[in-house]
């Protein structure tokens, strides 16, 4: 999800969450904290919590302490063979596929679990803050068979009402078809390292109409385009760290899915365009001869070449004269299919350079009279393939598709749902969740919020300016303490009304401050590193954390806990400054809990002493040092610190604290220091 939710990054003397202005409040007086009980030390936390389902995939062998996968490490791949007909009078697609299901782990199957999400459209099911934009049947599977056997989608389960199955079943039954998450339990479970064949028979109509209220809740306008995004029974992601993910469908959270192949054939109407993942397998049997010459054309010159044109659309024209055609697309390494469809769309191309590959093909499918949407659409995702190749690492797809409907703000491997307003940020999901596959229905952080980080860098590069992450650290002050703000660690399907912020939003605050540790682009490259190594796979939290402090070279891990597992901020100030002779004493105070490097802006007044140099200060120019302190100082409980200048007899006019903005920070007054003597 996307710039659909994005809220924008906070403003200096408030901020915005979800429609609600708020400002920051007047600071406690200090003998409130006193009678409160409030300790004059604090235990700094230097470890982060290890859940069970990581200590399990530790003592398996298959992720370590590295952050790297583990000489055991594994995952299922599903391959998808789909055929599919969309009727656009009734709105509905009926489809059949078989998926091969590789259980690459060392576990005996004994359960298949289904991801439905269509059935969020059904009236009665669970959902977050997401409203259709009308009720229909949802999905509606009709058969089921698996290794040859089929399953009787009316049987019970065996045993008492409010009985647990027992462990070995005689014959296989299902389980929850009218909700998001189905599970087949099966009598013959799926051996290790074994193949095994799903087939299902489905149909689905497309929800559309007016008062849709969330992506994905509206997928068609009227009866002209159709944008089908989750349409199909997918096969749930089963992994080292808790088995089957079973996390139900709300609406906000997204994805976790098993890469493999996806053959894919959609038959619709004749002079309906299709658009969608992977490559046209069949464009002669589907597009006139001219239209081919035109994307044959596409990757030889970086002016946008019109496929089809408005007067071109129908049959007989770009399209060849069939009663039905049939598109046919097939995809490697991808964890999900996504397209559109409509008899009105135009078709407009154009192509990206990506480092070590070469030209790939951008295609934008759109309605001609919103061209105004696209107009800026290639030279966007253009702008983004090429820059967030060569930030972390090639775009590993041979093409992208951008595809015009209700949902303007959603990705999916190789084709973004969006138009040249979300198309940077669309765009970098297709490195994650596509090419790096987090688990966005629990940890949405490590796919939305790397995102919203790195739109700040590559906006910054479209106008040909550095990136600044200064102050956007210092803001979360200003937020920590609020009630209804979920840790990053907190589930974020149940994420509540600060979903947004939690999963959007709070992640490049936290990128702010541990540039602000570790330096920009020591970071950056450490982030690269990460994405390369993960690339089709899989990581946890912990295998990011701990990654990101070997390659770093540090122990970071008290920045992970305080950042990921709380909602704490450092609330620093100067307390006092005294000088004495040639040395100034800065009292540097610490109200919050978590502990940040101590970061001073030192200025001077004119003069013709001589600034005496110090092993931790820099200076910027001939009347500022900035000193710098790390944040074991803080290590031992202390919420006060004596930061020390030896900076010689030069007069010290002016003293900042945290001046870039980087640390957690409720109220910046207290920061700055002045000297009240007068010349």
């Known amino acids: 999800m996307k710039s659909k939710i994005f809220i924008g990054l906070l403003l200096l003397s408030h901020y915005v969450i979800f429609g609600q202005v708020q ?70 697609i009926t489809g059949s ?14 359960r298949i679990v289904l991801r439905l999400d269509h059935n969020i459209y059904r009236p009665r099911v669970p959902r977050g803050f997401s409203v259709p934009a009308e009720t229909t049947d949802g999905m509606v599977v009709t058969r089921i068979k698996i290794n040859g056997v089929e399953i009787d989608l009316r049987s019970s389960p065996p045993g008492q009402r409010g009985q647990q199955a027992p462990q070995k079943i005689e014959k296989a039954f299902v389980v929850g ?3 998001t998450v189905a599970t087949v339990n099966l009598a013959t479970p799926i051996e290790p390292r074994s193949l095994a064949t799903i087939e299902i028979d489905w149909r689905t109509k497309l929800p559309g109409g007016e008062g849709g209220q969330g992506h994905r809740m509206t997928q068609r306008w009227e009866s002209k385009l159709f944008q089908p995004t989750q349409w199909y029974p997918r096969l ?18 997204e994805f976790y899915n098993n890469y493999g192949k996806f053959d894919v054939k959609i038959e619709v109407p004749a002079g309906w365009i299709v658009s969608g993942t992977g490559v046209l397998q069949n464009a002669g049997e589907a597009v006139a001869p001219y239209v081919r010459e035109r994307l044959a054309s596409v990757l030889k010159a970086d002016e946008e070449v019109m496929i089809v044109k408005e007067d071109e659309r129908g049959v007989g024209k770009a399209l060849l004269p069939r009663e039905k055609n049939v598109w046919h697309f097939m995809a490697e390494k991808v964890n999900d299919f996504a397209w559109a469809t409509s008899n009105e769309f135009v078709w407009r191309s154009t192509r990206a350079n990506i480092p070590t590959k070469g030209f790939i093909p951008v295609h934008m499918f759109y309605l001609p009279e919103r061209a105004r949407f696209f107009a800026n659409a290639g030279k966007n995702s253009r702008h983004a393939l090429e820059f967030y190749s060569k930030l972390l690492i090639p775009y590993a797809f041979p093409q992208l598709t951008l595809q015009d409907g209700p949902s303007a703000g959603m990705e999916y491997p190789m084709v973004i749902n969006s138009n040249q307003g979300a198309a940077d940020h669309e765009t970098f999901h297709q490195w994650i969740p596509m090419m790096v596959g987090t688990n966005e229905t629990r940890y949405g952080w490590m796919d939305e919020g790397f995102n919203q980080y790195s739109n700040i860098l590559s906006n910054a590069d479209t106008r040909g300016r550095p990136f600044d992450l200064d102050r956007l650290g210092q803001n979360y002050g200003r937020i920590s303490g609020n009630e209804d703000e979920p840790m990053m660690m907190w589930n974020a399907n149940y994420g509540g009304t600060f979903y947004g912020f939690q999963t959007y939003n709070k992640a490049p605050l936290m990128f702010s401050m541990l540039g602000g540790i570790v330096g920009d682009d020591a970071m950056n490259a450490a982030l690269k590193k990460y994405v390369e190594t993960w690339k089709f796979k899989h990581p946890s939290p912990w295998d990011f954390t701990f990654f990101m402090n070997k390659e ?13 597992f709380t909602t704490e901020s450092v609330n620093g100030s100067i307390k006092e400054v005294v000088s004495q002779r040639d040395k100034t004493r800065v009292t540097v105070h610490q109200a919050g809990e978590m502990p940040s490097p101590v970061v001073l802006k030192v200025e001077f007044a004119s003069g013709s002493e001589k600034i005496k140099a110090m092993p931790n200060a ?5 009347k500022t040092a900035i000193v710098r302190w790390d944040e074991d100082v803080w290590f031992n409980g202390d919420r006060d610190f004596q930061a020390v200048l030896d900076l010689g007899k030069r007069k010290i006019i002016k003293i900042t604290l945290d001046p870039f903005g980087r640390f957690p920070d409720s109220d910046i007054k207290d920061n700055v220091w002045t000297s009240k003597k007068v010349e």
């Open 23 to 92: 400002t920051t409040e007047t600071p406690l007086d200090p003998a409130i904290l006193k009678e409160s009980g409030a300790s004059a030390k604090r235990a700094i936390r230097r470890s982060i919590p290890l859940t069970n389902s990581i200590e399990k995939a530790y003592r398996a062998g298959t992720r370590d302490t590295s952050g790297r996968p583990g000489a055991k490490y594994w995952q299922l791949e599903a391959d998808y063979s789909i055929e599919a007909s969309l009727d656009p009078a009734t709105q509905t």
């Open 97 to 110: 596929e078989t998926i091969s299901l590789h259980n690459n782990s060392p576990d005996s199957l004994d």
């Open 177 to 179: 078809l009218d909700q």
């Open 236 to 253: 749930a992601k089963y992994d080292d760290l808790r088995g089957w993910e079973t996390n139900l469908y709300l609406g906000p959270s």
């Open 552 to 564: 770093l070279g540090r122990d970071l891990n008290w920045f992970w806990y305080y950042w990921l």
């Open 618 to 622: 820099k200076m910027t120019d001939d």
